[in-house]
C-alpha cells in the first residue's frame, strides 16, 4: 500500500512538473506602495510543435535545473558569492566525493556546505520556478482533497542510531559538521526569506558500508588512472 502510494505521488509531481513547463505561467506581484498590481510572465509556454510538447517540457525543466545550478557552483567555486568569499580554502573538488568520511568530515566541511547552499538555490531562486511548482501541486491535489494545504516548511536533522564501528570519533565529528549545517539553514529558515510552503528538508548521513583508507585510496589511484588514459574516439 505504501510502495503504491509512493508511486502514484510520484506520478502527480512529474506530471505537475510537465503541466507547469508546458503551459508556463504568469504571476501577480505589488509594485510600488502596494495598492498597484502588476502581472509578469514567469514562464513562457514551451514552444515546439504540438506532438513534441511533453518532451520539450520535460527537456526544458532538466535544462533548466542543470543550468543554474551548475551556474550557482561555478560561482561558487570562484568565490565570487557573499556567501562564501574567502570562506573556503581552495580544495580538491575529486577528494570531496573520495568517502562519506571525506564529504562530513573534511576540515573545510566545503561540499557540505555548497549542498545546503544549493537547496537554498533550488528552494528559493526564481528562476527555478520551484514554488510555482508546489503551487501547481497543490492545485491538482485539491481536486481530489479540497481541504488539502501546504504545511510550513521545516527542517529535520536525523542523528545516526549506529556506530560506525571503527569510526566512531569519525561520527562524532560527522555530526557536530552536520549541526552546522542544520543551524546554517536555520538561519535562512528563520532569519532570512524562508522557505516554500510544503518543504520539509531532512540532513543525514546513511553508511553502508565500513572501508579502511587503503581501500578508498586504491579506488581513488584507478579511477585517476582511468582519467590519465581517457581518450576521446574521432569519428570525423
Known amino acids: 500500500m505504501k510502495?503504491?502510494?509512493?508511486?502514484?505521488?510520484?506520478?502527480?509531481?512529474?506530471?505537475?512538473?510537465?503541466?507547469?513547463?508546458?503551459?508556463?505561467?504568469?504571476?501577480?506581484?505589488?509594485?510600488?506602495?502596494?495598492?498597484?498590481?502588476?502581472?509578469?510572465?514567469?514562464?513562457e509556454p514551451v514552444k515546439g510543435i504540438a506532438q513534441h510538447r511533453e518532451l520539450n517540457s520535460i527537456m526544458r525543466y532538466l535544462h533548466n535545473v542543470t543550468f543554474h545550478l551548475n551556474t550557482y557552483i561555478y560561482h561558487w567555486e570562484n568565490g565570487n558569492l557573499g556567501v562564501n568569499s574567502g570562506r573556503f580554502s581552495k580544495y580538491d573538488g575529486l577528494l570531496n566525493f573520495k568517502s562519506l568520511k571525506n564529504i562530513t568530515n573534511s576540515a573545510n566541511?566545503?561540499?557540505?556546505?555548497?549542498?545546503?547552499?544549493?537547496?537554498?538555490?533550488?528552494?528559493?531562486?526564481?528562476?527555478?520556478?520551484?514554488?510555482?511548482?508546489?503551487?501547481?501541486?497543490?492545485?491538482?491535489?485539491?481536486?481530489?482533497?479540497?481541504?488539502?494545504?501546504?504545511?510550513?516548511?521545516?527542517?529535520?536533522?536525523?542523528?545516526?542510531?549506529?556506530?560506525?564501528g571503527d569510526m566512531v570519533d569519525d561520527e562524532q565529528t560527522a555530526s557536530k559538521n552536520l549541526d552546522k549545517i542544520k543551524r546554517w539553514l536555520e538561519k535562512e529558515l528563520y532569519k532570512g526569506i524562508g522557505y516554500p510552503d510544503g518543504t520539509h528538508v531532512t540532513i543525514n548521513t546513511i553508511s553502508t558500508e565500513n572501508s579502511s583508507d587503503t581501500v578508498e585510496n586504491d579506488i581513488m589511484d584507478d579511477l585517476m588512472g582511468n582519467f590519465a588514459y581517457l581518450e576521446l574516439e574521432d569519428n570525423s
Request: glycine share 4%; aromatic share 10%; with cysteine.
Open 3 to 43: 510502495k503504491e502510494s509512493i508511486v502514484t505521488e510520484t506520478h502527480v509531481n512529474i506530471n505537475s512538473v510537465i503541466q507547469t513547463f508546458a503551459d508556463g505561467y504568469s504571476k501577480d506581484v505589488q509594485v510600488t506602495d502596494g495598492k498597484c498590481t502588476a502581472s509578469y510572465k514567469g514562464l
Open 109 to 164: 566541511s566545503k561540499l557540505l556546505y555548497l549542498g545546503a547552499y544549493l537547496v537554498q538555490v533550488f528552494l528559493n531562486a526564481p528562476e527555478l520556478h520551484t514554488e510555482q511548482l508546489l503551487d501547481t501541486l497543490l492545485d491538482v491535489q485539491k481536486h481530489t482533497y479540497p481541504q488539502a494545504y501546504m504545511e510550513p516548511s521545516r527542517l529535520t536533522l536525523v542523528r545516526s542510531a549506529t556506530p560506525w
